[in-house]
């Protein structure tokens, strides 16, 4: 039975992502054109009943934050298409701008419409640097078309989109740190207040969207959100591109409804595990998620029953590891991670995570002391009470939930772990 | 003081300039897109990285102070104070590359390059740098060179074949 | 603007909206632990010492950087919030250099007392200090990254106080960092050496360079005569040093304690502080009438002079051309009196008390040098002297006040104001005004001037003459009235322009601690000295006239300018690009 669905990827593969007369061909910019026959306040509604969450990891709703954005006096605000995906194990929004980039700036034109917006910013990370020529030639062909500049369509709305690149900066993906970024700094997050929904970049009402949250507007509004609701559990209605991927026969991005099970995911979806070995545990959300032990693979894929399992949706990625690999080596290559990511602002986030690497190493040759694993854990939470940002914050999830679920893996004393 | 009136320089000359002064006007000499115009300027720049003498040239022309300049720098990852090689080779050093076993993809690397991961070559060709996810998870295990992805390396001959590329 | 009603630790409080929880707990005699935070500085919220319990929140709350609301329930001293602290006080403290007892900030650090507060001397972890090298090639600051605690009030200091630029943070996560760009050290930057990021800095990561020795050893020498000179700043602000009230003037004190450390003559900087307003004051009279380049602006501060020499050399004609006071000092000690006590200029040993690190800077310059005897031998800071003191076991606050020795020791009103912002303004003012209309000022005090504002403008009638002046403290400021001039829209005649903010009484070399509070608190007692003294104008200074007649001549004459003027130089670019050129 086939598992996966098509909504917000139906037009993966049926047009030329380089043309904007082939997008026409199958209908494209139906979205912007009826949008822009509504009052803002109709596409927040809508956007509200889809209960649209937002893919970037935060799981905003969506409506909500447009209605937030839409009510912030200025005459001059910014969209800004968050397209920095780092996340470990993501990269669904990679797929949508190589399948389907008008999509993403139909979303973009749409927000920038409801919200009040004048300017939209691509943030494309530089590791998708291959992208940016069909990104260049989407908004130059949607610009000559009328379908950006002034006065749109004749509606009165004019709207600009500028691309912009990261450098290689996982926390960049932070709405403020992002900003700083386009700004032409390093990317350490900025303090709160003042909210960048009030005052974000270059100082203006700012409304930060990851693609994919921007790709379901656009879908929402092709074809209205009933096909969409229908999808999904009453609590997680709709459906969610995610990114399978790691010891997994069929690894890539699938669109799902919510309400799969991890199993289902696992092995209806991606085959199953690699090579038949057995399941020892997975990932959510990428390297800031937790990690699920095989003992809860019937867990259903919605923000709910996540929830109750310590587990979150997060960015869609979905990283399976089979029995080959040690849990202690999985949370040092994530605690390496962090260690070349953390921003170094904070206190907490630099000199924890140097702190816990160091525990981590002694782990992993079974040379740990006696307190280590209390100290780690101590830090852990430290960190995640304490930091600047919701990196810090997250970057031990992965160790914690470790700790939780495979105890055993941490007792061992002396000699090495196997 | 001491300082140095250096008029002779290790990488910038007349071509070099003329080029990093398209590159800002390009980007209509505007602050804000630093980030873009540094990545811009260090593929053009030998070996791939900035060194002092472009960033206090960059800095001169925006008007940017030196400071911020190396600020963004160092904080970037893509961006690079010392100097590379012609090619760059990254190797995902990510979870999802571990998990699905690069340590052939790794190993056929410094065997056949002849260096370890964060090293250059003597002839300063090739430089092996570990890096974080780019996002080929479903290729994986997979590198970058010069900005190009190669996936399911997974044995030393499909290795072989991608370096044939750059020699 | 609107109160609100909160409750810290369970005691209610009223407090404007727009209060952070750090500044209420304050209020309720709570001190929030913190090193990031600084009371004249904006929020940075980096180093997350301050963190706290606010109800219905689930995540700890920076202090410094939340704002309170009404009905806001916070909570600074449960087992959580102590728990936290002290855990990042730990995660500080082990990447911290712990060698407290050879750093120049053992007793004043900041670090050090919330160590002691929260009882903590050596933590479970790992010490993983990972340091870049010690800079110490200049003359002026000693920066040592194994004590930076990277809480970022330096590079506040430095790019958003002075607008200088050249600290900044750098790299990330573990390898983070505060350093000029590409590591340099300072000396090879365009760093002025203001030492404002050693004011705020609240470990001993940068500190003036310690020349203690160098004073003990010419004071031990029997072949040195030792004497010295302090700067107008110092006596307002040396008692913090001793814990005695901020703005205590210890003049008196202060001679005795340097006559007990073994300093043979204990001279007044004050009088070469009239001696620059005469030429000073003169030069500008001469540049109105004879048509020189305007505005004229000061010299004294070799911040400033730093500045202007790095960053806008094309506008070094403005410059006055006097000495410091300092410099002038340390000129005619080598000159006049070592004629006056007979003595050759190469056994006199000139120290200077200043409240500056730039001072260091400056009294190394290779111009203040002649056949090999420097002008000024050693200059030394206001807490490097009060080090001298505590190392000697004088019980400063008991001292019995002592008074100046001459031919150095009489200084005017005029001259004690030169230590706060505007007051070189004031002082010329007071001068140029007598010397161009020939009439007693009838108001010596130019309130307009005064203050703590970044810039003061006034406009002064001379006998019908129009005269324009403008006052800027801090480099940021200055920035503004060099742009004007620049752009050919300055209306001044005369600019004073003080490297730090609020003037030599807010120096980079004074004692730990000087916020704003305390900065006009100095300030008024400088104006307070001045106030109290009979003699308020430097031309009327008996001992300067004394000196005019029987050594200098006149005013700008010939023998002033060989030893009480200078010139300046642009300080080399690491670069120049003209080459590239098509």
Known sequence: MLKTVSFITENFGKYDPKSIDSYLSIGGFTAVKRALTMSSNEIIDMAKAASIKGRGGAAYDTGRKWSQAASVPGLNKVVICNADEGEPCTFKDRAIIENDPFRLLEGMIIAGYTVGAQNGYIYLREEYSHLRPLLINAIAESKAKGFLGQNILGSGFSFEIHLYSGAGAYVCGEGSTLIESIEGKSGRPRIKPPFIKECGLFQLPTLVNNVETLAIAAAALTHGIDDYIAFGTEKSPGSKIISLAGNVKKPGTYEIPFGLTIREIIYDIGGGITDDNE???????????????????????????????????????????????????????????????????????????????????????????????????????????????????????????????????????????? | MSSVNATTFEVLNKELAAKIDTIITNNANNSTKLVGILLEVQAIVPKQYLPLEIAAYISQKMNIPLSRIYDVISFYAALSDVPRADCVIQLCDSVVCKVTGNTVLKESLQELLGIKVNEITADGKYALEPTACFGACDIAPAIRVNGRVFGHLTSKEKVKKVLDNYK | ??????????????????????????????????????????????????????????????????????????????????????????????????????????????????????????????????????????????????????????????????????????????????????????????????????????????????????????????????????????????????????????????????????????????????????????????????????????????????????????????????????????????????????????????????????????????????????????????????????????????????????????????????????????????????????????????????????????????????????????????KVLLKQIQNGTSPYAFIEIMGCPGGCIGGGGQPIKSTLEVKAKRMKALYKIDADLPLRKSHKNPDIIKLYDEYLGAPLGEKSHELLHTHYHSRNKKYDFSSLKK
């Open chain 1, 279 to 418: 399941l020892k545990f997975f990932q959510l959300g990428g390297a800031s998620g937790s990690i699920g032990p095989a003992s809860i693979v019937d867990t259903p894929y919605t923000y709910e029953d996540l929830g109750k399992v310590g587990l979150t949706v997060g960015s869609g990625g979905v990283l399976v590891v089979d029995d080959r690999t040690r849990v202690i080596d999985f949370v040092k290559s994530i605690q390496d991670f962090f260690i070349h990511e953390s921003c170094g602002k904070c206190t907490p986030c630099r000199e924890g995570n140097r702190q816990i690497l160091r525990i981590v190493d002694r782990f992993v040759d079974g040379a740990q002391n006696p307190r280590d694993l209390e100290t780690a854990e101590r830090f852990a939470h430290i960190m995640s009470n304490c930091a600047f940002c919701g990196l810090g914050e997250t970057a031990q999830s992965t160790l914690l939930s470790a700790i939780k679920y495979f105890p055993e893996e941490f007792e061992v004393k002396g000699g090495k772990l196997e």
């Open chain 3, 1 to 478: 603007m609107k109160n609100v009603k909160i409750i810290i630790d369970n005691k209610d409080l009223v407090v404007p909206e727009g209060t952070t929880i750090l500044e209420a707990a304050k209020k309720v005699n709570i001190n929030i632990p913190h090193l990031c935070y600084h009371p004249d500085q904006a929020i940075k919220a980096n180093c997350r010492l301050c963190v706290v319990e606010v109800a219905g929140s689930k995540k700890l709350t920076p202090a410094c950087s939340s704002f309170v609301f009404e009905g806001m329930e916070i909570r600074t001293n449960t087992k959580k919030v102590r728990d936290m602290q002290t855990g990042v006080l730990e995660l500080i403290l082990a990447n911290h250099d712990q060698n407290c007892l050879q750093c120049l900030r053992n007793g004043t650090c900041e670090l050090q007392d919330l160590c002691r507060r929260f009882n903590i001397s050596k933590t479970n972890l790992e010490d993983t200090v990972e340091a870049l090298p010690l800079d110490d090639t200049n003359p002026s600051l000693v920066r040592d990254s194994s004590k930076c605690v990277k809480c970022n009030r330096c590079v506040e200091a430095c790019q958003k106080t002075q607008e200088v630029h050249v600290l900044t943070h750098s790299h990330r996560s573990v390898h983070y960092n505060i350093t000029p760009a590409y590591e340099m050290p300072l000396e090879d930057t365009l760093c002025v050496f203001c030492g404002q990021c050693a004011a705020v800095c609240p470990t001993g990561a940068i500190v003036e360079k310690d020349e203690t020795q160098k004073v003990w050893d010419a004071i031990y020498d029997p072949r040195k005569h030792v004497i010295v000179q302090v700067a107008p700043a110092v006596r307002v602000a040396l008692g913090d040093s001793f814990n005695l009230p901020k703005g205590d003037i210890v003049t008196g004190k202060m001679v005795a304690a340097l006559r007990r450390l073994g300093i043979e003559q204990v001279f007044d900087t004050n009088f070469t502080a009239d001696l620059t307003i005469l030429e000073e004051a003169n030069e500008l009279i001469k540049r109105i009438t004879e048509g020189g380049t305007l505005p004229l602006i000061t010299s004294c501060s070799p911040g400033w002079v730093n500045f202007i020499e790095g960053r806008y050399d094309h506008l070094l004609d403005h410059l006055s051309t006097c000495k410091s006071p300092q410099q002038m000092f340390g000129s005619l000690s080598k000159t006049y009196y070592a004629d006056l006590i007979g003595l050759d200029p190469k056994d006199i040993f000139t120290v200077s008390i200043m409240p500056c690190t730039a001072k260091k800077y400056e009294a190394q310059r290779p111009e203040f040098e002649k056949d090999g005897v420097r002008d000024v031998d050693v200059a030394l800071t206001t807490r490097e002297l009060a080090r001298m003191i505590q190392a000697s076991g004088i019980e400063f606050t008991d001292l019995e006040e002592d008074q100046f020795d001459n031919p150095f020791g009489i200084g005017t009103g005029a001259g004690a104001i030169f230590g706060a912002s505007g007051g070189v303004t004031e002082a010329a003012l007071r001068t140029a005004y007598e010397v161009i209309t020939g009439k007693g000022l009838p108001n010596l005090n130019f309130l307009q001037v005064r203050g703590l504002e970044g810039i003061k403008e006034a406009t002064i009638d001379l006998d019908g003459l129009e005269l324009k002046v403008a006052v800027a403290q801090g480099l940021s400021n200055a």
